[in-house]
């Protein structure tokens, strides 16, 4: 997935598009070699919001890109550019992986891409989506939506959390955490790939959840129960699970599964411990058990997964 093409035309939304320009088109090739060769694909000079762009090439190149990225949508009342969406179907018949950014999904519908798959928006358009597309399963309860060769992410920020998944999905959880801490964001939001559940940093640091999820962070290897959580947050397990439900979209245990694997993640791409070994310090306990989750959650066993990332960053050195 070495290039991507920035989708530009009239009627864009300036913030999603320049978060994706900072992840794809900076030179990150400190953080993995060869990092992405970006695109800018649009019809002449751009209009985007009080910006003039101008783009590398015309909308016919997108077919030629690996990943094509579609950023937001600025009136979503209006019917995007006929040659917009016609350059973006072309792009995945010929077999590029396509992600729209907040309102880019009503672009992406418009392809027909959506059809038949579940995608979602900015949650103040999802009812839009949902009205003027009634082939697309909108859901509007996620940060975005991983569905192979098509992603779809919610607005603004969830924008961000869509392209950091597309750079763990092809270069590592490790990397996609250095670039999250160089970008001075939360890098563990996930949501859309093989039924991730939403996992966000709550958003005041006076929430009662706020050091709860560091203090388990720290403490993965560790058999944590729901009643230690709750004990530690200072709250009955029944409030507990109320806030996480609130904040996080899930159960606590489910969430705490997700950074384990997360983690085992990282230890798999950074480090030659056993699989016993990164099952301990996940505190998944046995093997079997971390292989039993991790295939069921990643698609793939540790194994597969430690030999993919690994000779991906050993070829890079």
């Known amino acids: ?26 030179d990150l090739t400190g953080l993995a070699d060869p990092w992405y060769r970006l695109t800018v694909c649009g019809p002449a000079a751009v209009r985007v919001g ?10 016919d190149q997108l077919a030629h890109a690996d990943t094509v990225i579609v950023p ?20 995945h018949e010929a077999g590029a992986r396509v992600a729209s950014l907040c309102t880019g999904a009503f672009v ?9 798959r579940r995608a979602t928006t ?43 998944h597309l750079v763990r999905l092809d270069h590592g959880a490790a990397v996609a955490n250095t670039l999250a801490r160089r970008l001075v964001v939360p890098p563990h939001r996930a949501g859309g790939q093989a039924q991730f559940v939403t996992a966000p940093v709550p958003a005041r640091d006076d929430h009662p959840l706020a050091a709860l999820f560091s203090w388990a962070i720290e403490r993965l290897d560790r058999p944590l129960t729901v009643e230690d959580l709750a004990r530690q947050a200072n709250m009955s397990s029944r409030n507990l699970g109320r806030h996480f439900r609130s904040v996080a979209g899930t159960t ?19 480090t030659g411990d056993s699989i016993d070994a990164v099952a301990a310090a996940t ?35």
Request: charged fraction near 25%; charge should be negative; hydrophobic fraction near 45%.
């Open 1 to 26: 997935m070495g290039t991507v093409a920035l989708a530009v035309t009239d009627g864009m939304l300036h913030f999603e598009l320049s978060l994706a320009y900072e992840v794809f088109g900076s």
């Open 108 to 116: 992406l519908a418009a392809a027909g891409l959506l059809d038949g």
């Open 252 to 270: 606590p245990l489910r969430w705490l599964l997700t950074q384990r694997i997360r983690h085992a993640q990282e230890l798999l791409e950074t």
């Open 72 to 91: 937001g949508w600025v009136d979503v009342d209006e019917d995007p550019p006929a040659d917009l969406v016609d350059a973006v179907r072309a792009a």
């Open 50 to 59: 009080r910006f003039l762009l101008e783009p590398d090439c015309g909308l």
């Open 283 to 317: 505190g998944m306990g046995t093997a079997a058990t971390l292989r039993r989750h991790f295939n069921r959650t990643v698609g793939v066993p540790p194994e597969t997964y430690r030999r993919t990332f690994r000779s991906s960053r050993s070829s890079a050195r």
């Open 122 to 164: 900015h949650w103040a358009h999802t009812e839009a989506l949902a009205a003027r597309h009634p082939r697309v399963e909108v859901d509007p309860d996620v940060l975005y939506v991983d569905d192979g060769s098509v992603l779809t992410s919610a607005g603004k920020a969830a924008a961000m959390d869509l392209c950091l």
